[in-house]
C-alpha cells in the first residue's frame, strides 16, 4: 500500500508539471518600441523618480477597444493575480503610430502612464488656453510635435509624472481675438475677382480649380491624392503679421488647409486647416502634423474664418475669432503661400488677406 501511494504521488507529479505553461519572459518589448521605454525611464530620472521597468509586455494589435467599448490605438492591462507583468498592446497601423515619433511617443508615454504609474483614470480638463491638460486624456491627441508646439513637451511631461504640476506660463494671458492693439498695414490682399496671382490650377494636363464670382474653388478628385497650389511671398519672421481667410469644404471628407513659408522643391510648409468633422489641423507638412484640436464652433456646411497672428515669438491661432492653438515661431522652409486639399475633396476660399502688424 505504501509503494504503491507513493508512485501515485509521483505520477500526480508529474501530471501538475505537465500542465503548467511555459515560463513567460517577464520583459519583452519589440525594438522599434523600446527606445520609448528607455526615454520614459530617463524622463523619470530627470524628475528625479527613481523607475526601473524590468517587467513589461508589449505587443501589437488591431481593432482594438476601450474600456466603454470604443475604438482604441493602445491598451494597458495592468498587473493582477492571474497575469502579474504589465501588459501594452498598441496599433502600429493606427495614424498615431505611423505619423512620427513624437506621436508615438505620446501614445508610448499614455500607455505607460497607466500601466507603470498607475495613472488608471484619464484627464480630460483643460489648461486656460484651451489646450488639454494632460497626455493621459480619453482621445487621441497631438498635444506637441517635432516643430512649433515642441516647447510644450515639457510641460506635459513633467504632469504625467506629477499630476500637480502648475499650468504653464505659455497657457496664460492668451489675447482675445479682438484685443489685438497693433495697426495693420495691408501686405497682401487677393478677393478672388480675378486670378490676378496666377495661382496655378493645372495637374498633369487637367484643370483642378477655378477662380468665379469672387470665390477660389480647388479640389482633388484623385483618389490618395492630395494636391497643393502656391504662388511666391515671402514673409519676413523678424516682423509681425496676420494672415486671415474664410475657408469651406464644398465636398468630401478630407482636409482643407492654408500654407505659408513652403517649398516648391521639396514640398514642405508650415500649415493650419480644418477637417469636414470641425477639428483643426496645424503642423510642418514635411514632419507631421503638430496639433490636432476639435473645434467647439464650427460650421461644417459653411465658410470658416482662420487668422494666423505672428505676434513676437509665437503665432496665435483662431477659428472663428475664437482661440485655438499657440506655436511658437521658427524659420520659415521657404517663401510660397498658397492651399493644400485633400484627396477626394473640394475646397473654397472667400478671400485672404496677410497684414503686416505694426
Request: glycine share 8%; net charge negative; charged share 25%.
Amino acid at each position: 500500500m505504501i509503494r504503491a501511494i507513493i508512485i501515485s504521488n509521483i505520477l500526480l507529479f508529474l501530471v501538475l508539471i505537465g500542465c503548467n505553461p511555459d515560463p513567460v519572459n517577464p520583459f519583452s518589448i519589440p525594438d522599434e518600441v523600446l527606445p520609448f521605454v528607455e526615454s520614459f525611464e530617463e524622463e523619470a530620472a530627470k524628475r528625479g523618480v527613481s523607475l526601473v521597468i524590468d517587467e513589461l509586455i508589449v505587443e501589437y494589435g488591431t481593432e482594438l477597444e476601450s474600456s466603454s467599448g470604443g475604438e482604441a490605438i493602445g491598451q494597458c492591462f495592468v498587473p493582477n493575480s492571474r497575469n502579474p507583468i504589465p501588459r501594452i498592446v498598441i496599433d502600429t497601423a493606427s495614424f498615431a503610430w505611423k505619423q512620427n515619433e513624437f506621436s508615438r511617443e505620446l501614445l508610448m508615454f499614455h500607455e505607460l502612464g497607466h500601466c507603470i504609474l498607475d495613472r488608471l483614470d484619464h484627464r480630460d480638463d483643460r489648461l486656460s488656453n484651451g489646450n488639454f491638460a494632460s497626455l493621459m486624456l480619453t482621445s487621441s491627441n497631438n498635444l506637441y510635435g517635432p516643430k512649433l508646439n515642441n516647447f510644450k513637451r515639457e510641460y506635459y511631461i513633467d504632469e504625467l509624472f506629477d499630476i500637480n504640476t502648475p499650468e504653464p506660463d505659455w497657457a496664460k494671458d492668451i489675447p482675445a481675438y479682438e484685443d489685438l492693439t497693433a495697426a495693420k498695414v495691408r501686405k497682401f490682399i487677393d478677393e478672388f475677382d480675378d486670378n490676378r496671382f496666377s495661382w496655378p490650377f493645372n495637374f498633369g494636363g487637367e484643370t483642378k480649380g477655378s477662380i468665379a464670382d469672387g470665390q477660389f474653388q480647388f479640389a482633388s478628385d484623385i483618389p490618395d491624392q492630395a494636391l497643393s497650389t502656391a504662388i511666391q511671398l515671402a514673409l519676413d519672421q523678424g516682423l509681425d503679421y496676420e494672415i486671415e481667410l474664410d475657408i469651406k469644404i464644398e465636398s468630401g471628407e478630407n482636409l482643407a488647409l492654408f500654407q505659408w513659408g513652403g517649398t516648391r522643391e521639396a514640398g514642405d510648409f508650415f500649415f493650419a486647416g480644418f477637417s469636414r468633422d470641425g477639428f483643426f489641423f496645424g503642423g510642418q507638412w514635411g514632419i507631421g502634423s503638430a496639433s490636432t484640436l476639435e473645434l467647439p464652433d464650427f460650421d461644417p456646411d459653411g465658410f470658416n474664418k482662420l487668422t494666423i497672428r505672428k505676434i513676437g515669438q509665437f503665432y496665435y491661432i483662431y477659428a472663428n475669432e475664437t482661440f485655438a492653438e499657440i506655436y511658437e515661431v521658427e524659420e520659415l522652409p521657404g517663401n510660397l503661400i498658397g492651399f493644400f486639399v485633400g484627396s477626394q475633396t473640394s475646397m473654397k476660399v472667400d478671400y485672404l488677406r496677410i497684414n503686416e502688424l505694426r
